[in-house]
């Protein structure tokens, strides 16, 4: 079903705003072995965050998630990913606007596909947002790793601002939500 590795791990792509928040809280998830900040879905090879950031370039902002399916499903991901920012907001999370903040899913393969819009039409049907869900479902053509200084930055600069009034209660949030899904 998911894009595997030569270790059978599986890889998936998600733009939820800011990598940032994203990938404080993957990194968070029992079963995910890595997540790397980067850009997807845009016209330009090998972009800069400087390039991302005027929102010409047609990419997100995007977690490219490693994880072991047999400790943790792909719906499971899913569900943290629905759960942990706004899909109702076009290319916005937040202060953070442009289409580079959208809420994307990239998926590998038609079962993943399936799945996706299954959820997000389960999602829509059950009222869950007071607006419809405007979260894009595409299939992955690229991904470009974010600079160093973007990787792990959360737990690199937590007293930053952005970091403290931001990404930590989005962090907070998930700990709480999905406590039965958190590393050791």
């Not at 940032?20 to 090998?46: P, R």
């Not at 590998?108 to 607006?131: F, S, T």
């Not at 962090?171 to 899904?181: L, N």
Request: aromatic letters at 12%; proline letters at 4%.
């Amino acid at each position: 079903m998911t894009n595997t590795t030569n270790d059978n791990k599986a890889i998936i792509t998600f733009g939820a705003g800011c990598f940032w928040c994203t990938e404080a809280v993957f990194l968070g998830v029992k079963g995910v072995e890595k997540v790397v900040s980067g850009y997807s879905g845009g016209k330009i090879k090998n972009p800069a965050y400087r390039e991302i950031c005027t929102g010409t370039t047609g990419h997100a902002e995007v977690t490219q998630i490693t994880y072991d399916p047999l400790v943790v499903t792909y719906e499971t991901l899913l569900e943290i990913f629905w759960n942990t920012h706004n899909p109702t907001t076009l290319n916005q999370q937040g202060a953070d606007v442009g289409t580079q903040y959208r809420s994307v899913i990239f998926y590998n393969n038609e079962e993943e596909r399936k799945v996706a819009e299954a959820y997000k039409n389960q999602l829509d049907e059950a009222g869950i947002y007071k607006d419809p869900i405007v979260t894009e479902i595409s299939p992955l053509v690229n991904f470009y790793p974010a600079e160093e200084d973007h990787q792990n930055y959360y737990a690199l600069n937590p007293n930053q601002g952005y970091c403290q009034f931001v990404v930590r209660p989005k962090v907070e949030k998930f700990r709480k939500q999905f406590s039965a899904q958190l590393k050791d």
